[in-house]
């Protein structure tokens, strides 16, 4: 059982430049979650998904911000014409449909850098 | 906002003692979450606590819930130097989608 996979771990992107993050979940799970987090601070929520549903979006920038989870294949964050302010750690968690007394599985995150 | 708020924001100890930290939240609550993140890694989901339950343990852990005060706190005890860590409280929002984290409390532990 491999977690959530995320990558890249790193990605170092231009102003202006698309950034896509991926996120497989884990084996099992239909639930996925994308948080981002500034330095020295929480996570903010960005959007849960399950399979080709974005079920909320209410922490998703209204602009260039955009997710899916798609049938097959792990779920893509993407981020359009990205600006210095989208630095950031983003992280993706994954829960199965009833997540009872379980917390959520974070994956180690992707480390975005806009120059 | 239904964001938690941890207290304190920074703890330093020494290995060996025990560390408390605290987290206020402002709406009802189904449960409560603590996790653990290492610097420069994802989270670990440490304990979860139900609205009905005063105190939990795991291991060194000791959870409380007050939900008349609307808060928790997290105790580990005989702390060593690789608990050194963020550590988050997080609540589920009133439906039920999304978890909310706070901005952490910072735990510095020294050998």
């Known amino acids: 059982n491999a977690g959530v996979m995320q990558n890249p771990r790193h990605l170092v992107r231009r102003r202006g430049q698309e950034a896509r993050l991926r996120c497989s979940p884990m084996?099992?799970?239909?639930?996925v979650y994308w948080y981002r987090q500034l330095p020295e601070e929480g996570l903010k929520f960005m959007v849960y998904l399950q399979k080709e549903n974005i079920i909320d979006e209410s922490g998703m920038p209204k602009e260039r911000f955009s997710a899916e989870f798609p049938k097959e294949g792990p779920s893509i964050l993407r981020i359009q014409q990205v600006v210095r302010g989208d630095s950031a750690a983003y992280f993706c968690?994954?829960?199965?449909?009833?997540?009872?007394?379980?917390?959520?599985?974070f994956g180690s995150g992707t480390r975005l850098t806009v120059v | 906002s239904q964001q938690g708020e941890e207290d304190p924001q920074a703890l330093s100890i020494q290995e060996g003692e025990n560390a408390t930290m605290n987290c206020s939240y402002k709406t009802s609550i189904n449960n409560l979450q603590w996790y653990r993140q290492n610097s420069g890694r994802g989270l670990v989901h440490l304990i979860l606590?139900?609205?009905?339950?005063r105190e939990k343990h795991s291991g060194r852990l000791r959870v409380t819930l007050d939900t008349s005060k609307k808060s928790s706190s997290l105790l580990i005890t005989a702390s060593r130097a690789a608990d050194t860590a963020s550590y988050f409280c997080a609540q589920d929002d009133a439906g039920g989608f999304k978890t909310i984290f706070g901005a952490g409390t910072r735990l510095f532990v020294k050998a």
């Open positions: 084996k099992g799970h239909s639930h």
């Open positions: 606590i139900r609205s009905n339950e």
């Open positions: 968690a994954s829960s199965p449909p009833n997540r009872g007394a379980y917390g959520y599985t």
